[in-house]
């Protein structure tokens, strides 16, 4: 026993030293101890080391630094050519990209060997690893120089990959379209390292996934943490909206495991056949691979774990919908993920409008209308314009709760007369004399006469004109500056944009991060309008509620009320299409509201002709219920 607690403890501590104090532990003093054991002691230590020796012999060399070298010399000739190119009109871009691929492909494959099948140099493997994504970054960005001046050759390369044991066995085949999808090998190569480190790895080597696990997250991203559980496959949402062409994965050429280096708990625990019986329910297809023993096979709930701590890390600093879809994708009990992640929703959800906005979108998921109503009183003020589309869901979800529907149609109505007031001051923008009495009081004789006249007509041109904020023609000072050194200006920099500062900046159409500038600047005021619109139709009295709002609007601006008038406003106005659209999104809306109020009062008027006992839409005297007001004449009905 105290032999035992001994070596235990000595275990513990060679553990935790560095490689090169191993090293010098074994050579100075474990090595000076063979001198005194037995002969038959001296000559079993000798025969193991000589058969590990024998064993590794076969074992492919990592030499990092010479495959540094060997890039750098190709990045170097990559940089050259592009150079080279621009004067003698050829180039050898396409060879020394081929060239540099093949050394990456072939790498990899050494890389799989010495991870999955020999057992060792795990901590140099994933170094490499990183290293090789490293390089694809560096060719496909051109952040090493002129590398990247066109990518077509990059990511249209064809590119066929056999993944091979050391005995010549097909384990795995990709056929990629694009070098950019090696990240994909890169993923599965990851997977059968962790898991045989996993399965196979002393305490230490266990204790340094989690780091390995941090390290892609860093280079690749969250996301790239669900594929690896997948073997480099992207998740079913991700696989709808991508090209069928870019990857493809074939099937593995083999169903039993390979013959490893093992020890005496893998003779113990694996079986010939274990591969191609596992059970789809502890072990989902996309989640193992047919290649595995049964001992690598039964570590895949743990990596499952590892990266869902990993995930989870990452949620609570930044909560977010396609973060929340990826644990779920991963998750083993959906409910039981829920029941983990509610309180921690609950309270980040009020710490930025990132997060509010995250968390109501995952909250209407799960259809928690009473956290849904709790988180709107208190954080709705941190709701910003572009997450009106996560408030209308939320809202929506929140209608089908009765004790909530109050509530619902008030922040309908909010959000509706905001949006309103974001339209009148982006049309003060566009035509500033619009609110002056002179223009006001001809709005209304125009829109008293008929609509099909020439006069009407020739009285809208001049009224339009009248309004219209009057066009800056002294150029934007950053449009001076550049021809002042001698660049010509770009169209629409000659002043003919109104001060739209958007428009001498370059933005990225997707990037979230850019959302702040567009709806200072370009406000989607018609996106908004159409989903809150779509929103108050769908909860119960939201109809009614339009109707309020559309009496409201055309009070306030009186223009909505003839076509013809938002017509001529609308006009050839590029730099500002977004007011257009918001004129006609208006347009549209007052038009589809006055058609309903005219076929309720035609209703009321029917039913009143052909039962004049039966009393109309107004309040009755004998009931004690309070009767709502007839709906009053529209005046868009009485101008036409």
Not at 124 to 149: E, N
Not at 300 to 305: A, F, I, K, T
Not at 334 to 360: F, R
Not at 418 to 425: K, L, Y
Request: proline content about 5%.
């Amino acid at each position: 026993m105290p032999s035992s607690t001994a070596s235990k403890r000595f275990l513990q501590v060679y553990d935790a030293l560095p490689p090169d104090a191993q090293h010098l532990l074994v050579r100075k003093h474990l090595v000076p101890l063979l001198d005194t054991v037995s002969k038959d002691a001296q000559k079993s230590t000798t025969a193991t080391a000589t058969e590990l020796q024998r064993r590794y012999a076969r074992m492919p060399s990592l030499n990092l630094k010479a495959k540094k070298a060997e890039i750098a010399t190709l990045m170097l000739e990559l940089s050259r050519d592009s150079r080279r190119s621009l004067i003698k009109e050829r180039s050898r871009r396409e060879q020394l990209l081929s060239e540099a691929v093949d050394s990456l492909v072939q790498w990899l494959n050494d890389i799989w060997k010495v991870a999955y099948e020999f057992r060792t140099n795990f901590t140099l493997a994933h170094t490499c690893l990183l290293f090789a994504r490293d390089v694809l970054d560096q060719i496909g960005t051109g952040t090493g120089g002129q590398v990247s001046a066109c990518g077509c050759s990059f990511t249209s390369m064809f590119i066929p990959i056999r993944i091979t044991s050391s005995n010549g066995k097909v384990v795995k085949s990709f056929v990629l379209n694009g070098a950019q999808n090696l990240e994909n090998v890169m993923l599965w190569i990851w997977r059968d390292l962790f898991m045989t480190v996993l399965a196979t790895g002393s305490k230490h080597q266990r204790n340094i996934v989690p780091n390995m696990i941090d390290d892609i997250r860093v280079v690749l991203g969250w996301r790239a943490l669900e594929q690896l559980l997948r073997g480099g496959s992207k998740s079913f949402f991700e696989e709808e909206h991508e090209d069928e062409d870019d990857h493809v994965h074939e099937p593995e050429q083999t169903a039993k495991p390979l013959n490893v280096i093992d020890d005496e708990d893998d003779r113990n625990y694996t079986s010939d056949d274990c591969s191609s019986i596992c059970d789809e329910e502890l072990y989902p297809r996309l989640f193992y691979a047919p290649h595995w023993s049964w001992r690598i096979t039964d570590q895949q709930s743990r990596l499952r774990d590892l990266v869902h701590t990993a995930l989870l890390d990452i949620f609570k600093v930044a909560p977010s919908g396609p973060l929340y879809s990826s644990m779920v994708s991963i998750a083993e009990d959906e409910d039981d993920l829920e029941e983990e992640l509610h309180p921690l929703i609950m309270s980040v959800a009020g710490h930025s409008s990132d997060n509010l906005s995250a968390a109501l979108r995952i909250m209407s998921l799960n259809n928690r209308t009473e956290s849904v109503n709790k988180l709107l009183r208190a954080y709705k003020h941190l709701l910003r314009p572009q997450d009106a589309a996560s408030l209308q869901f939320a809202v929506l979800i929140m209608s089908s709760n009765f004790f909530y529907r109050t509530h619902a149609i008030s922040i309908v109505e909010e959000e509706l007369l905001d949006v309103s007031n974001v339209f009148r001051a982006a049309i003060r923008s566009s035509f500033c004399n619009i609110g002056s009495e002179v223009n006001k009081s001809e709005l209304k004789q125009i829109l008293a006469l008929r609509r099909d006249s020439l006069h009407r007509h020739t009285r809208v041109e001049r009224w339009v004109k009248g309004v219209l904020t009057p066009q800056v023609n002294t150029p934007h000072p950053m449009a001076l500056a550049a021809l002042m050194i001698g660049i010509p200006l770009p169209p629409g920099a000659d002043g003919t944009d109104e001060g739209d500062m958007l428009g001498y900046i370059e933005l990225d159409g997707d990037d979230p991060e850019q959302e702040d500038l567009r709806e200072e600047f370009r406000p989607n005021i018609k996106a908004r309008l159409q989903g809150w619109v779509d929103t108050a139709v769908a909860i119960k009295g939201g109809s009614a509620m339009l109707l309020k709002m559309y009496a409201g609007i055309i009070g306030d601006m009186p223009f909505l009320r003839g076509s013809d008038v938002v017509e001529e406003m609308i006009g050839d106005r590029p730099s500002k299409s977004h007011v257009c659209d918001a004129l006609e999104a208006f347009r549209d809306f007052c038009e589809k509201q006055r058609l309903k109020l005219a076929a309720a009062k035609g209703k009321g008027t029917r039913m009143s002709r052909s039962n004049p006992s039966v009393p109309g839409p107004g309040p009755n005297p004998t009931s004690s219920v309070p009767q709502a007001e007839p709906p009053t004449s529209d005046p868009v009905m009485d101008a036409d």
